[in-house]
């Protein structure tokens, strides 16, 4: 769910090319810890799961202006390794089709990435104790929260709150903020600070975002939730690396 829709230009290059250099250097260090037969056997449900990614990061989810990524499920079927190389993979295909800028994709697959971790290996823990259901929703609700709040604290600090929330249109609001205006409203313009204050319903400001964040999350986790339940009936093989330790 944490997914970054700013153009290019508007992230300071103290944060994206940082980004981009540890983005590359967890690639590697993963991809080497990947071994030969899991590439084989998770492979292609790293591409089907980036593909239904793809589709879930472009259609919003209508009750609020979020979308799903299911990017923790990634990680629990994929792994931690392919996981990460399916978010990149995604986050470059997004750009591509203008869903955000180029400079972000390596910010966005550390976010997007830090869920897939973060949720692999809670899932993990959990899994030994409780049912792979329950261990799913609250991996999924654990690794939302740390990658959300990175994401507001981070990006927000730099670009402005409503550009670090993962709402829909964010890049055609931008375009929409910096064409030129008419002649006749150049003067009424000066000197006003356009009106970026969240609502949602009747709520705004930070109550609007936490209450879009929290809908949104537990959305994402039950829906994570019952696609691991079902998994677990049909396809239990598909689990065991993310519950044997």
């Not at 769910?1 to 250099?21: C, K, R, Y």
């Not at 499920?73 to 089709?97: Q, S």
């Not at 409780?130 to 709040?149: D, E, F, H, P, Q």
């Not at 709520?203 to 964040?213: K, S």
């Amino acid at each position: 769910m944490s997914h970054i829709h700013l153009p290019d230009g508007v992230l300071p290059p103290v944060i994206w090319i940082p980004g981009f250099i540890i983005c590359f250097a967890l690639l590697y260090l993963l991809a080497k810890r990947v071994k030969r037969d899991e590439v084989r056997k998770k492979m292609p449900f790293a591409g089907v799961i980036g593909a239904l990614m793809l589709i879930f990061m472009s259609v919003p989810l209508g009750i609020i202006p979020v979308h799903l990524s299911l990017t923790v499920l990634c990680g629990i079927l994929a792994g931690p390794g392919l996981g990460f190389i399916a978010v990149f993979a995604v986050n470059t295909i997004l750009a591509l089709i203008g869903h955000g800028g180029f400079t972000v994709i390596g910010v966005n697959t550390l976010l997007m990435g830090s869920e897939i971790i973060l949720g692999f290996y809670i899932f993990r823990l959990l899994s030994q104790k409780a049912g792979k259901t329950i261990s799913a929703v609250l991996a999924n609700i654990v690794a939302l929260l740390v990658s959300t709040s990175l994401m507001i604290t981070i990006i927000g600090s730099a670009a402005g709150l409503t550009n670090a929330l993962p709402l829909i249109g964010h890049d055609e609001e931008h375009a929409a903020e910096v064409q030129e205006p008419d002649n006749g409203e150049v003067d009424r313009q000066q000197g006003e600070e356009p009106d970026q204050e969240v609502r949602y319903l009747f709520f705004t400001g930070w109550t609007a975002v936490a209450a879009i964040l929290l809908v949104g999350i537990i959305i994402e986790s039950l829906v994570t939730g019952l696609i691991v339940r079902f998994f677990a009936k049909v396809r239990p093989d598909l689990l065991d690396a993310a519950t044997h330790v």
